[in-house]
T-cell receptor, first 113, second 109 residues
Framework: DTAVSQTPKYLVTQMGNDKSIKCEQNLGHDTMYWYKQDSKKFLKIMFSYNNKELIINETVPNRFSPKSPDKAHLNLHINSLELGDSAVYFC????????????FGSGTRLTVV | GQQVMQIPQYQHVQEGEDFTTYCNSSTTLSNIQWYKQRPGGHPVFLIQLVKSGEVKKQKRLTFQFGEAKKNSSLHITATQTTDVGTYFCAGRWGGKSTFGDGTTLTVKP
C-alpha cells in the first residue's frame, strides 16, 4: 500500500500546454504539500493545504493552481507550461503541527520541450 | 525570510571514512528534521531533533542540535556504499519548514 502516491511518474509535454499532477495519501494526514526540486536538487515549498484549506502559498507563478477536493487529495494544475517548469514535483503529507516528519511521494518528473 | 544554510554541497569519501554535513539557521528553530534522498528517489524522513543540545543516534548516524537551536549536524561513521544520496536538513520556525540545499554524498568502494 503506497502511503503517498503521485501520478503520473513521468510527464513530457510541449511548451504552452496545460497539465495536471495528482496526489493521494492514505495516511489520514491533515496537511499536504507540493514541493519543486530543480536540477540542482534544491527543494522548494510551493503550496501547503491543511484540511482542504490553503495555508502556504509561496512565490509561485499563478500559472500553478493547487486544488484539494478532500484532505486525502492535493492536485496541481499548471497552465501554459514553460521550459523553466521542468523539474521533479513532490507531493508530501504530514499529520500537521510542528512535531511530525513529512512523508513524500515518489515524485513526478516533468519535462517541458 | 527564514534561511537554512547547509554545507558542504558535495562530499566524496572513500568507503570507511567518516562524513559530516552541517546546517545553520539565521533564526532560532522550534525543531530540525533530517531526510535522505537516494539517487532517483524521494526524500525519506530520518529523524527530528527538538531540544537544545539534543543528540540522537541511529546505528552509524549521529544527529546533533546546537545549544542555541540554530545549527545541527549529521555525522556518519565509517561510510558504506549504501549511504550514498543527498541529505537534507529542514528547519522549522513559525509553523513552517525550510529545507537546506542538501549535501550529496558519494562513496567510493
Amino acid at each position: 500500500d503506497t502511503a503517498v502516491s503521485q501520478t503520473p511518474k513521468y510527464l513530457v509535454t510541449q511548451m504552452g500546454n496545460d497539465k495536471s499532477i495528482k496526489c493521494e495519501q492514505n495516511l489520514g494526514h491533515d496537511t499536504m504539500y507540493w514541493y519543486k526540486q530543480d536540477s540542482k536538487k534544491f527543494l522548494k515549498i510551493m503550496f501547503s493545504y491543511n484540511n482542504k484549506e490553503l495555508i502556504i502559498n509561496e512565490t509561485v507563478p499563478n500559472r500553478f493552481s493547487p486544488k484539494s477536493p478532500d484532505k486525502a487529495h492535493l492536485n496541481l494544475h499548471i497552465n501554459s507550461l514553460e521550459l523553466g517548469d521542468s523539474a521533479v514535483y513532490f507531493c508530501a503529507s504530514s499529520p500537521g503541527g510542528d512535531n511530525y516528519g513529512y512523508t513524500f511521494g515518489s515524485g513526478t518528473r516533468l519535462t517541458v520541450v | 525570510g527564514q534561511q537554512v544554510m547547509q554545507i558542504p554541497q558535495y562530499q566524496h569519501v572513500q568507503e570507511g571514512e567518516d562524513f559530516t554535513t552541517y546546517c545553520n539557521s539565521s533564526t532560532t528553530l522550534s525543531n530540525i528534521q533530517w531526510y535522505k534522498q537516494r539517487p532517483g528517489g524521494h526524500p525519506v524522513f530520518l529523524i527530528q531533533l527538538v531540544k537544545s543540545g539534543e543528540v540522537k543516534k541511529q546505528k552509524r548516524l549521529t544527529f546533533q542540535f546546537g545549544e542555541a537551536k540554530k545549527n545541527s549536524s549529521l555525522h556518519i561513521t565509517a561510510t558504506q556504499t549504501t549511504d550514498v544520496g543527498t541529505y537534507f536538513c529542514a528547519g522549522r520556525w513559525g509553523g513552517k519548514s525550510t529545507f537546506g540545499d542538501g549535501t550529496t554524498l558519494t562513496v567510493k568502494p
